[in-house]
């Protein structure tokens, strides 16, 4: 069964940095598509940022280029999610992500995503 938890938020000003973490204690990632989404208030779940496990290819919303990387650690089978210089704008839950099958692909859309997390808030103060 699997079952993500992510890890990490809170409350930060501007600027400041945050590292979210997203861990599956039965279940190694290897192979799959990995993908982390956030949804504010009153809005739709958007996709931020994700990574083929294996491959370790990314690709990033534009809003978070430059401030947000995606990686992955083997041994720990844990996926993160570094923000820096974060925004008000980048206050929302963030939500890991995983697909239900292997495959080299990468993939923005949260439809390819069979697996998901609770959340981890993360507020920014401007």
């Known amino acids: 069964q699997v079952r993500l938890v992510e890890s990490g938020g809170g409350l930060v000003k501007a600027g400041d940095s945050l590292r979210l973490s997203c861990a599956d204690s039965?279940?190694?990632?290897?192979?799959?598509?990995m993908g982390w989404f956030r949804q504010a208030s009153g809005q739709g779940r958007e996709f931020v940022a994700t990574i083929n496990w294996n491959s370790g290819i990314t690709q990033y919303t534009d809003s978070v280029l430059g401030r947000f990387t995606i990686s992955r650690d083997f041994a720990e089978n844990t996926l993160y999610l570094q923000m820096n210089s974060l925004k008000p704008d980048d206050t929302a839950v963030y939500y890991c992500?995983?697909?239900?099958?292997?495959?080299?692909?990468?993939?923005?859309?949260?439809?390819?995503?069979?697996?998901w997390g609770r959340g981890t808030q993360v507020t920014v103060s401007s």
């Open positions: 992500a995983v697909s239900g099958y292997k495959t080299p692909m990468i993939s923005v859309s949260p439809t390819d995503y069979a697996y």
């Open positions: 039965g279940r190694s990632f290897s192979g799959y598509s």
